[in-house]
């Protein structure tokens, strides 16, 4: 089945504690994308990436870095995470940019206490 | 990236019409889509309009004027599956990488 895979589902973690939220897809798509979802504020991108070893930053990037070593795997990291982080991640990916549709993650429910 | 404009929330009877409005900046556009997700899920694609004029998908259209910076997502024959948010993503630029909007969350009552 072609899909997104994001892990873990929910997390919740505690502040200056680094962690990875990881993203898989089996599609060979070359774009994938990193969103957070905030009641009021909509989807926002946070990093993207056009291929593997290609990543660019989004409208909120500030506190978050991404890797594509692979073109399947695209994970996000919060090296300290904070409180403002606390939010509803999504990843997603599509063959390309253009005129195809997004496939997204299930989400990760991520609060920083 | 673009600017998307779209009411915060609508509601509408089973069985009924509803038209959800969006509207986006033209310099630079290149095209817009519409995504439905329900409560504490993932946005799922509904349509793409590049071109103007309204495509149809079953129960729900998706029509575009590039003129004027406005699309909206029609649809029909509500059904109480149908209460979700609609998210309107506007490309422009080189790049094609959309700006969501806040999304429209539509309610649709007995």
């Known amino acids: 089945e072609a899909q997104v895979t994001q892990n873990p589902r929910y997390l919740i973690t505690v502040t200056g504690k680094k962690l990875t939220v990881t993203c898989s897809q089996n599609?060979?798509?070359?774009?994938m994308s990193w969103y957070r979802q905030d009641p009021g504020l909509g989807l926002r991108q946070i990093y993207y990436s056009m291929n593997v070893e290609v990543t660019d930053k989004g409208d909120v990037p500030e506190g978050y870095k991404v890797s594509r070593k692979e073109k399947r795997n695209f994970p996000l990291i919060l090296e300290s995470p904070s409180p403002n982080q606390t939010s509803l991640y999504f990843c997603a990916s599509s063959k390309q940019t253009g005129n195809y549709g997004y496939t997204f993650g299930s989400g990760t429910r991520l609060t920083v206490v | 990236g673009q600017n998307i404009d779209q009411p915060t929330e609508m509601t509408a009877t089973e069985g009924a019409i509803v038209q959800i409005n969006c509207t986006y900046q033209?310099?630079?556009?290149?095209?817009l889509f519409w995504y439905q997700q329900h409560a504490g899920e993932a946005p799922t694609f509904l349509s793409y309009?590049?071109?103007?004029g309204l495509e149809e998908k079953g129960r729900f259209s998706s029509f575009l004027s590039r003129s004027k910076g406005y699309s909206y997502l029609l649809l029909k024959e509500l059904q109480m599956k149908d209460s979700a948010s609609y998210l309107c993503?506007?490309?422009?630029?080189?790049?094609?990488?959309?700006?969501f909007g806040r999304g429209t969350s539509l309610i649709v009552h007995p």
């Open positions: 599609m060979n798509h070359e774009y």
């Open positions: 993503a506007g490309t422009s630029g080189g790049s094609y990488i959309p700006t």
């Open positions: 309009n590049v071109l103007d």
């Open positions: 033209t310099s630079g556009f290149n095209g």
